[in-house]
Structure formats: C-alpha cells, structure tokens
C-alpha cells in the first residue's frame, strides 16, 4: 500500500508540534552549552598546563635534569668496562634504580654483591653532572 | 625534530599502505599510519623476544609481509578495494578533511611545545627507555634485561609498543640522544588523540565509509571539526604532565578511545571496523591495562557488529564472534603469554596486601571519582539527549550510547579490581597512578560530550518548517526514526 502526503498536510504544523519543536531546540542548546563549556573549560586548564610547562625556569630545570642524566649515562661508559657486572647502590633507592636503568646495555646489573664486579653508587659532588657524581670501585 | 622524522619515515611511511587500505580517504589516515608502525614494530619486538634476531631486521621483514598482504589484497578484491572512500560530497567533503586535519594537528602541536624542555617522567626513564634500551640491544639482551631480578622495578612484562618505538628512533639516530625515546612516546601520545578528534569530526560530516552516511548540516559539521580540536588539548589536559614526558598511559587510553569512537560510536562499516581494530590492536600492545580493557572492548565491537539478534547458524555467529575478538587481540595476548612463559612478571601481584578490601575499595573508589569529575556532565547529556535526539541520533546511524558506557565502565571495573587484589600500599599506589589509569575513562567521557554536541547543534539549527513531498510505501514504518516530519536533516531515516 502506498501513501502519498499532500503538500498541505505537511505543511500544517500543529501548536503543539511547534511546541515540542521549540522545547527540543532549547534541550539541544542546553546540551549545546553544557558540552562547549566543559570542554572549554578541561581545553583551558590545559592551555594554562601547557603555558607553566613552557615558562624559561621550567624548561631550564628540565633541561639541567635531563643533561645530569645523560652526563651520568656517559660516566658509567667510561669508568666502567662493557659488559662488566655491577651491583648499584645508593643512600636513594631513586639513584639506585637510575644507575640501573642508565647501566642498560653497557653493564650487567646483578641482584647481589656476590657476583658483581664493580659496586656503582651516585654521590653528590660539586663541579660533576649537576650536583651528582658516579661513584664506581672495583670489587 | 629527530623523533618527528622517525615517525613520519621510520612508523609513517610503512603504515601508510595498510592505513589507507583501511580508512581510505578519512583525516584519520594521517593519525592511523604512525600508529599502524608502531603496531609493526611492537609485533617485530615480540619475534626478537622470541627468535634470536634484531628489530631492524624484524621491522622491515613485519612491514613488507604487512604492505604485500595489502597490495595482495587490493589485487585479489580488484577495482571496487582501490575505490578510496572518504566524506562524500566532493570538494566540499575535501575542504572538511582538509579542516579537520588542520585543526586537530594544530591542537595536539599546542601541548607538544614542552617537548622543548627535554622532560623525562620517571616511568618513562625506569620503564620504557630502560626496555627501548633492551629492544635496541636485540635478543640476548631483550631476553637477560626482562628476566634479570635487578630490573624488576621496571614491570618487566609490560607490551612492547612503545620500546619498540624508541628502539626504532635509536636504530635511526643512534644512542646519541637519550631522548629520543620518551619523544616517541610523546609524538604517539598525538596521533592516538588525533584518532579520537578525527572521528569525533567524522561523527558532524560522516565517514564516507557507506552510501548512507553523509553526514549532517553545516552546524554539525563546525561543532564536528571543533570537538575534534577541543578533544585532542582535552587529551592531553587529563594527562596533566604525564602527557608529554613519556608516560604511556594517554597513548594506550587514547588508542582505546579511537577505538571506541571508530568501533562502537560511528556507523557500522568494514572500513570503521578495521580502523577500530587497528587502533584496539595498537592499546593492547602498550600496556598491561589497555590488553584488558581493549578484550572487553573487541567483544562489544563484535556484539555490534554481530549482534545476539542476528539470524542464521548459531555457531557459525560465534565463530564469527570470537575471530571479531582474537585477530586484532592476538598481538598483544601473543605478548602476554610469552612474557609468562619466560617467567616474567610484574610486581604488582608479588606479596599479598595486608589491607582489607574494605579499605582498599573505599580508597578505591574515592581515588577514581576524583579524576571522574566529567561524568556527571555526560551522564546529564545522556540522559537529555537520548530522551530527545535519539531519532537525530539513529538517522546519523550512531551507535547506541550504551556501548560507550558499557566500555567506560567495563575499563573503570577491571582497573578497579586491579587496584583491589594488587599487593602494593593502596595510598600510595593511587597517589602515584590513579589520575593516569582514569585517562581512558576521562577522554572517552569528553568523547560521549563531543558527540553529543555534534548531534545537538545539528538539532539545535535544524529548520522543522521546510517540508518536502515524501512517498512512504509502509505508514507504520514512517517514523521509525523518532522524528517525525524532520526531513530536512540531510540523511535517510533509517531503521535499526
């Protein structure tokens, strides 16, 4: 069966219709506002995140952070032989895993101090990697 | 700028092939290929676990298998797979791809700037440049580094996305940098949340992906481009400082939110289905959490796709079900059991925790909510707009909000439980992990807000007076959509 609606039945829009059309649009305006304004409001407490990030003494204190690291990586090269087993300790069990991770590749860390040859530590010394120096002696 | 090149070359330019095999002309394309690399180079990570080889080698021999099978593909399909389907609607559909792409990349390079400071987080310095370190060694060292009792610390069984990743830009630039690495992370961290903007965008203009889906009115589609932007700064803003210093846990949540908005959010399509599945594919191999929470999300995206509902052999739909799960699963669960079967583990779940789960589930609860504050909003925008634009919701052939919730709170559920059978000190470990494990959560709650604003606006502006002659063949089936005598919306009704 098929049915074919005039152009005078659609366009005779009801009161309420045209009400509930009119209510609908509020609700949409609603959500609308209420989507915009929590995103905004998350994009800016990201934008203020972003510009702290990026003020000169953030970037510098990163910056310094991550030159100690890689002055640190290049200390365990060259005082320590590839390849060497290292037991890492420090009065920080921050530094301790940081020898760890910066050993990888070129030393062999051991669990215990009965199979390493080398015992690896950081100290605090003026004048080294920012503050911190590699402290490593043979076993 | 180093780690800029390798993604384009090193993750880009093999992920192309596949990406575009996919999602055809769709903005995606550009978010999807770095991530479908760095897919590549997870899956090459995992043959060096398990063969005696090198990533470089595993990578480029995983890349050409991957871009011949496509080309393989596209030849046995013929003409009709080389069609690249994208917005249709000529050069107007050109000029939103063309926005959409501008926009998001213009937000996601706003947070990107602190990439200037050379932050490294600490997990990404104990975890992943202590793995991308072993993945760069090759076998041996891969091997000895996540079985060696001294690196326990570093969750030596997590997925090899994002080593795989760093040891690629070292296999580029050499160990020069340090990095070079957590710059990787950073770099994915943006295509995951560009995936999620662009399909957001996709949701105002439509994908493209089939005859129907053509997206909405101008209104629709401006709000579509703007929830893009807004999502991927909203990413990243959840993420606070873990966003750009190396931490995973946007790229996974992220990933996993594409994979929500491709899979169970946008019109139902082969083309979304696989860009789902990539995207699934790519959370489950970067952390331990995004394995579990994509399980629960591959088995809704084959519930949708292969409803309970659907007619024929019972057995033959569950077949069909359980490969919907296991082929884009199967990387990182291959990953998973292997770990286990070298004896591999991470120490969460070492010792047994001496608090009650009482305590450890109210600590629990009252850590999560606090990153939750989002999901009143979308709770409220559910509510109103599935009570009134559901029809508006249907004709755009949007998935039911349902299955968001159902893959927010299934995520919410696992990490919840995980919380509550861990061993670690339930304080402390919510103080140091619960505002990222809540990432995926909070940007697929923004996601749920996004889409909303597009089906609102385009029903806010909709003009109800403009009426066309219509010839309806079943007066009955009329109004399915739920809107009745809207025609003015630009779409068929269509019935689900």
């Known amino acids: 069966m098929v049915a074919v609606r005039s152009w005078g039945d659609k366009l005779s829009v009801s009161l309420s219709e045209r009400s509930r059309q009119v209510s609908k649009r509020v609700c949409c305006a609603g959500i609308v506002v209420a989507a915009a304004v929590t995103l905004g409001l998350s994009v800016h407490h990201g934008l203020q995140h972003t510009a702290t990030l990026d003020r000169p003494s953030n970037i510098a204190a990163d910056t310094t952070a991550f030159h100690q690291e890689e002055c640190l990586y290049h200390a365990i090269r060259s005082e320590v032989p590839k390849g060497a087993t290292v037991y890492v300790t420090s009065a920080r069990w921050q530094y301790t895993q940081r020898l760890a991770e910066l050993s990888t590749l070129w030393a062999v860390p051991q669990p215990t101090l009965a199979t390493a040859q080398w015992r690896l530590s950081f100290v605090h010394a003026r004048g080294h990697c920012d503050g911190l120096a590699l402290k490593a002696s043979r076993l | ?496």
């Open chain 2, 1 to 496: 700028m180093s780690a800029l090149v390798v993604l384009a070359v090193g993750l880009g330019l093999p992920g192309l092939l596949p990406a575009v095999a996919a999602a055809g002309r769709s903005p995606v394309v550009v978010f999807l290929a770095p991530l479908i690399g760095a897919g590549m180079a997870a899956v090459a990570a995992l043959i060096e676990l398990g063969v005696p080889s090198s990533l470089l080698v595993n990578y480029t021999v995983v890349a050409a298998v991957v871009n011949l099978a496509v080309l393989a593909w596209w030849r046995v399909a013929g003409r009709r797979a080389w069609r690249l389907t994208g917005p249709a609607g000529g050069w107007s559909a050109a000029g939103w791809s063309a926005a959409t792409v501008v926009v998001v990349a213009g937000c996601v390079a706003i947070p990107l700037t602190a990439l200037r400071a050379h932050m490294i987080g600490w997990d990404a310095n104990s975890i992943w440049l202590t793995h991308a370190l072993m993945v760069y060694g090759g076998h041996h060292q891969l091997v000895t580094g996540l079985q060696n009792v001294a690196y326990q610390f570093s969750n030596p069984d997590y997925p090899p996305l994002v080593p795989a990743s760093g040891a690629l830009a070292f296999g580029f630039h050499g160990l020069s940098d340090l990095d070079l690495a957590p710059e990787m992370t950073v770099l994915l961290n943006a295509c995951a949340l560009g995936a999620v903007g662009t399909g957001i965008a996709a949701a105002g203009y439509g994908t493209g992906f089939t005859a129907g889906d053509t997206g909405g009115r101008w209104p629709a589609r401006v709000a579509g481009v703007a929830g893009a932007g807004a999502i991927c700064l909203v990413g990243f803003a959840v993420s606070a400082s873990f966003g750009v210093e190396g931490y995973t846990d946007l790229l996974w949540g992220a990933a996993a939110a594409a994979a929500v908005i491709w899979g169970l959010v946008l019109p139902t399509s082969p083309r979304a289905l696989a860009v789902a599945w990539a995207f699934a594919a790519a959370a489950s191999l970067t952390k331990n959490e995004g394995l579990a929470t994509t399980l629960v999300l591959l088995v809704l995206i084959a519930l949708r796709y292969r409803p309970l509902t659907m007619p024929g052999s019972a057995v033959r739909n569950w077949a069909e079900r359980a490969v919907f799960v296991a082929v884009p699963a199967l990387p990182g669960v291959a990953w998973a059991g292997l770990i286990r079967l070298l004896g591999i583990h991470d120490a969460f779940f070492k010792s047994a925790s001496g608090e009650s789960l009482v305590t450890r589930a109210e600590a629990t609860t009252v850590g999560m909510a606090a990153h939750l504050a989002v999901a009143p909003v979308a709770l409220a925008a559910l509510l109103v707009g599935g009570w009134l634009l559901r029809g508006e919701r249907e004709r755009a052939r949007l998935g039911n909000p349902v299955w968001l919730w159902i893959s927010c709170i299934g995520s919410l559920a696992i990490i919840f439980g995980t919380y509550l059978i861990g061993g670690l000190e339930i304080h402390s470990w919510l103080a140091n992990s619960v505002n990222r494990t809540t990432i995926f959560a909070q940007v697929v709650l923004y996601s749920e807000l996004a889409i909303w604003l597009v089906i609102a606006a385009d029903g806010a502006f909709a003009r109800g007076t403009k009426r066309v002659p219509e010839v309806i063949s079943d007066p009955d089936a009329a109004d399915t959509s739920g809107a009745e005598g809207d025609y003015t919306y630009g779409r068929p009704p269509v019935r689900r």
